[in-house]
Nanobody
Framework: QVQLVESGGGLVQAGGSLRLSCAAS????????MGWFRQGPGKEREFVAA????????DYADSVKGRFTISRDNAKNTVYLQMNGLKPEDTAVYYC?????????????????WGQGTQVTVSS
């Protein structure tokens, strides 16, 4: 059974930085792409970033390009989201997600497993 546990959320001022971590277990981590999504207050969940199984490919939502960086450490079964230049509109619960498909970069609807989420709050 796939388990995903996020950490690293918190309260930060606008312009600040946070690094989220997601520890995965239950299957061979290095065989699958990984992703981050978020859900802001009163909003639908949205895609943030994804990374291929070996880290060679990454994808970002337009709203975070140039500010956020996704990375992974397959030896530690962990995926990270480095968030710089945070804005109040980045306030959301951030979720780590994993697909069942072995596709290099899964479609955004192909993520099947979710963590419990970690709250990120950016004050103005």
């Amino acid at each position: 059974q796939v388990q995903l546990v996020e950490s690293g959320g918190g309260l930060v001022q606008a312009g600040g930085s946070l690094r989220l971590s997601c520890a995965a277990s239950g299957r061979t981590f290095s065989r699958y792409a990984m992703g981050w999504f978020r859900q802001g207050p009163g909003k639908e969940r949205e895609f943030v970033a994804a990374i291929s199984r070996n880290g060679g490919y990454t994808d970002y939502a337009d709203s975070v390009k140039g500010r956020f960086t996704i990375s992974r450490d397959n030896a530690k079964n962990t995926v990270y989201l480095q968030m710089n230049g945070l804005k109040p509109e980045d306030t959301a619960v951030y979720y780590c997600a994993a697909p069942d498909t072995l596709a290099t970069m899964p479609m955004r609807h192909e993520y099947d497993y979710w963590g419990q989420g970690t709250q990120v709050t950016v004050s103005s």
